[in-house]
């Protein structure tokens, strides 16, 4: 079973990241008391730690993706690597026919539509801001108009 990194590990990335090697330093750091990070410590309480690093807003900082990797550590095991090639190979060949369909619609649309959206989306990305949105809002309207008459 793949270990999850020590109490010990998380701790010393705290220290480290406010740059502090005692309890005083870390207590002054973060406006915590000394008592409260003394007792997480001797309790070697991680989710105490993982409780104060959320509050202080730097979980990310000292847990990172440690969590993640020790989750899909974990997960490997119940699946053979034949297991996870052949789900892979599945998903891929899902997308694949997905992207057909995605094509099959495209196909259906006449180059010169194409074109004239390829123009405007060129004007979208190279505009300014009012450009953008008005342009945008006659799109929608006239999307809204055409899904009206299709409905009739």
């Given amino acids: 079973m793949p270990n999850f990194p020590s109490f010990d590990y998380f701790y010393e990335r705290l220290l480290e990241f406010y740059k502090t090697y005692t309890l005083k330093g870390l207590s ?26 959320m509050e202080l807003n730097i979980y990310p900082e000292i847990f990172g993706d440690a969590e993640i990797t020790y ?13 996870i090639e052949q789900m892979q190979k599945e998903q891929e060949a899902d997308y694949i026919n ?20 390829e123009n405007l989306f060129n004007i979208l990305i190279n505009d300014d801001e009012t450009t953008i949105k008005k342009i945008t809002y006659q ?13 009739k």
Avoid: H, V, W
């Fill in 98 to 117: 997905y992207l057909k369909l995605q094509n099959k619609k495209i196909e259906k649309i006449p180059n010169s539509i194409i074109n004239e959206l």
């Fill in 28 to 53: 002054e750091a973060t406006g915590i008391p000394i008592t409260t990070f003394s007792s997480i410590k001797q309790r070697k309480s991680m989710s105490a730690l993982k409780k104060k690093c």
């Fill in 71 to 83: 989750d899909l550590q974990l997960g490997r095991r119940f699946y053979s690597d034949e297991e």
């Fill in 139 to 151: 799109i929608e309207d006239f999307l809204i108009d055409l899904k009206k008459q299709n409905r």
